[in-house]
């Protein structure tokens, strides 16, 4: 029912910036939770940020609380991740994901989202 895409990966070097952005489409964005994930090498995925559906709360892995900041602009069906200072253990493929959870849930759980992007390659060099 939705869609997905994440965008803004590249190559940088470590200590740089980043943003990446996240558009959905095919449902109503500000019914959803949304939230971002990683997958390192060789890696099982883990959480790294999310939202809520008016983007009054956010939650934020301990790694990243305080160089990541999670946003949203539900005008324009996007959520963000601004992601400062960035090292070699940030190189990640980052999935953008959507939960529609009425009753509760747990952030950090891959198991409370139902869509996901494509995911975006960030690398960060030394």
């Known amino acids: 029912q939705v869609q997905l895409v994440e965008s803004g990966g590249g190559l940088v070097q470590a200590g740089a910036s980043v943003r990446l952005s996240c558009t959905a489409s095919?449902?109503?964005?500000?019914?959803?939770?949304m939230a971002w994930f990683r997958q390192r090498p060789g890696k099982e995925r883990e959480f790294v940020a999310a939202?809520?559906?008016?983007?009054?709360?956010?939650y934020y892995a301990g790694s990243v609380k305080g160089r990541f900041t999670i946003s949203r602009d539900n005008a324009k069906n996007t959520v963000y991740l601004q992601m400062n200072s960035l090292n070699p253990e940030d190189t990640a493929v980052y999935y953008c994901?959507?939960?529609?959870?009425?009753?509760?849930?747990?952030?950090?759980?891959?198991?409370?989202?139902?869509?996901w992007g494509q995911g975006t390659q960030v690398t960060v060099s030394s």
């Open positions: 939202i809520s559906r008016s983007g009054g709360s956010t």
């Open positions: 095919g449902g109503t964005f500000n019914d959803y939770i």
């Open positions: 994901a959507a939960s529609s959870i009425t009753y509760g849930g747990t952030y950090y759980s891959t198991r409370m989202y139902e869509y």
